[in-house]
């Protein structure tokens, strides 16, 4: 588990998990905790106990959505209700004890507080995501809670870094036509009409421009560090048949 000093407040606990600590074998080793893998199902759920055991939280409290790489955002008071709808892409509460996560494999997980307000968020963004206003949108749905953004602290956690995420030509003019000081987030890479992506400094500057207190990064890469981290991108490059993920949590203690 990997924690943000700027994180670290009182009546909140949080953790970046690695792939270590788990059961889980193969590929999967050893913390996957993606119930969407093909991954054991039991040996998911293990995984995902174990997290709730170093948050110290009932392991059925620990929430997570079913993220389909959108804006929205999903607020929370208690654990998922049978049938109701958990497609999203961040969670907001202000219940102690709820342990509110994300999923990742490349794609940028943010932890978020308001520790005077005691309202914290996780959200998940991708490219599609940043674009769409995942990030805003989450901390709009916590001001709505009673938080402040100017409160806020917001951790991004492992992320693909620019180095290795290499993008076509599509993807590029898709950035530029949307907006033309897009450009920075972008660096020639050694394939013609290619380019390298910066999705985390994409990231930290919507953050930033949201208004939010402080906004930071933990500057690890999930495709570098194969030891710490699971990668889709990097099961893609080697076709591999699927990947682990990684489980980002914040909770608020009661403390």
């Known amino acids: 588990?990997?924690?943000?000093?700027?994180?670290?407040?009182?009546?909140?606990?949080?953790?970046f998990f690695t792939r270590q600590g788990g059961v889980s074998s193969g590929i999967y080793t050893s913390l996957n905790t993606g119930l969407g893998s093909d991954d054991d199902r039991g040996d998911v759920l293990e995984n995902r106990r174990r997290i709730a055991e170093q948050l110290k939280i009932d392991p059925s409290k620990l929430?997570?959505?079913?993220?389909?790489?959108?804006?929205?955002?999903?607020?929370?008071?208690?654990?998922?209700?049978?049938?109701?709808?958990?497609?999203?892409?961040?969670?907001?509460?202000r219940t102690p004890g709820l342990a509110i996560g994300v999923s990742t494999a490349d794609c940028g997980p943010v932890l978020f507080a308001d520790p005077e307000a005691k309202v914290i968020g996780a959200a998940h963004s991708g490219w599609k995501g940043a674009v769409t206003g995942v990030l805003e949108n989450t901390i709009a749905a916590m001001e709505d809670l009673g938080a402040r953004r100017e409160r806020i602290t917001a951790v991004l956690g492992p992320t693909i870094s620019r180095k290795a995420y290499e993008v076509g030509p599509e993807f590029h003019q898709r950035f530029l036509d949307s907006d033309a000081e897009n450009g920075i987030y972008f660096a020639p890479s050694n394939r013609a009409d290619h380019h390298l992506f910066d999705l985390p400094a994409f990231i930290l500057n919507r953050l930033t421009r949201a208004g939010v207190g402080q906004s930071v990064n933990?500057?690890?890469?999930?495709?570098?560090?194969?030891?710490?981290?699971?990668?889709?991108?990097?099961?893609?490059?080697?076709?591999?048949?699927?990947?682990?993920?990684?489980?980002?949590?914040?909770v608020l203690t009661g403390d």
């Open 1 to 15: 588990m990997i924690e943000a000093k700027e994180l670290q407040f009182p009546g909140i606990a949080h953790g």
């Open 63 to 93: 929430v997570t959505p079913y993220q389909i790489h959108s804006p929205d955002v999903i607020h929370l008071d208690a654990p998922w209700q049978e049938g109701q709808d958990r497609k999203a892409d961040a969670l907001v509460t």
């Open 218 to 250: 933990l500057d690890l890469c999930t495709y570098a560090d194969e030891e710490r981290f699971f990668s889709y991108r990097r099961t893609t490059h080697r076709k591999e048949p699927d990947y682990g993920r990684l489980l980002h949590v914040i």
